[in-house]
């Protein structure tokens, strides 16, 4: 299989972080000239570029976390001033405001050079058909991977997500031989199109699937490759490092290789912040080598995995991170879009009526995309006697209210006096039904 770009994806791994040392020394010097957080931060921890000689150092480093990011919201993290910035893109975060990237024209550049080693890496080349049904929009995945396909000379359908039948239509007529898309929708189309009765493996050209943007397990990949009759690979990446991109799976199926020439992993444990060596568990962290515009230092995920740094049969030299295991906070990926229980409950305890007793319930029907409903009691006045016409207002008002701020739509179900069960410890407030 080809790789994009030889001679940065196999490397030598001595040379290799020798580079990830060199541009770690560069961009601690820029963030720390730049940026005020990086600046205080780097003071208090007493170190500076020059002391970086080595990845060992980057140990002496502070963390960032996402709580940094909304302190800096929206534009506080950027080390260029703002006509250097051509784009932005966002998702969807703790308070109600997003999580905000930022991009120069050299950052895109580099993200059409990550994504197109990602689709080659899926064996994606100048003679496919893309057919991208990632959103388009603020979210990364639609435009990241137009960036990547287009660069690599493939034809790109545009489709972002939605009207699933027109879809299946449009991959058949343009004779599509790549899909990508979150591994649900994957699945939504599979089934929509037996629905349309149009038989998928059949009539369908399509190759290969990248599918990523949510945790998914090899079970599901099973069932995507069944249904829809073609090779599946992961992808990872976030909006804070660049988007899709960062690491990708070859066609050898064992994990997915970091573009370690840009983006520096590490695994720490997530309680003590202790570095982790290769192959065991840990919290996911990443420093930004080379990104302009905003390069996030030492950034904590919460996304959980191990790393791996043996040569790969594919001939890469660069690690490999397992597919997704957990989280180490409570965020909830409900169709792909970034979830925070407490906002939900923010939310909740806000509107009048509503009382503090709720629990959130994720399902994922078979075939279908997720399904999120909140389960919430009203006030016990509404049911002495009982007032319908308020309690539909209320249940309005919530559905209402709840979209606005998580960015998804929720099923409310308004419940009455006690029949939220109540606990004695911790309160379930999630129940995570989906299979992953
Ligand atoms: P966003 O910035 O909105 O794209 O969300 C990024 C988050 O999505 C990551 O931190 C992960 O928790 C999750 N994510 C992205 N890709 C994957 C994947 N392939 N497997 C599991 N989780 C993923
Ligand atoms: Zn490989």
Known sequence: MPIWNPECETLPREELEKLQAQRLREVVARTAATVPFYKKKFAEAKVYADDIRSLDDLKRLPFTEKSDLRDNYP??????????IVRIHASSGTTGKPTVGGYTRADIDIWAEVMARTVTSAGVTSKD???????????????????????VGALVIPMSGGLTRRQVMLMEDFGATALTCTPSYSLVMAEEAAEMGVD?????????????????????????????????????GLTELIGPGVSVECEQHNGMH????????????????????????????????????MPVIRYRTRDRTRLHAEKCPCGRTTARMEKIMGRTDDML????????????????????????????????????????????????????PIDTRKLDELQNR???????????????????????QRSEGKARRVVDKRDM
């Open 200 to 236: 998928f493996k059949k009539r369908m050209k399509v190759r290969v699937g990248i599918f990523g943007a949510e945790p998914w397990t090899e079970r599901m990949r099973a069932e995507i490759e069944a249904k829809l009759g073609l090779e599946a690979f992961d992808i990872y």
């Open 398 to 420: 919530v559905k209402t209210e709840l979209a606005q701020t998580l960015g998804v739509s929720a099923d409310i179900k308004l419940m009455g006096p006690k029949s939220i």
């Open 333 to 384: 990926i409900v169709r792909g879009v970034n979830v925070f229980p407490q906002l939900i409950e923010k939310t909740l305890l806000s509107i009048e009526d509503i009382e503090p007793h709720y629990q959130i319930v994720i399902d994922r029907p078979k075939d279908q995309l997720d399904t999120l409903e909140v389960w919430v009691e009203a006030s016990p006045r509404l049911f002495q």
């Open 129 to 151: 058909v893309v057919h991208n049904a990632y959103g388009y929009g603020l979210f990364t995945g639609g435009l990241g991977f137009h960036l990547g396909a287009e660069k």
């Open 258 to 293: 970091i573009q370690e020439d840009h983006f520096l992993a590490e695994i720490i444990d997530p309680a003590t912040g202790e570095k982790l060596p290769y192959g065991e568990e840990g919290e996911l962290v990443f420093t930004a080598l080379t990104k302009e515009a």
């Open 75 to 84: 534009f506080g993290m950027f080390t260029v001033p703002p006509e250097q």
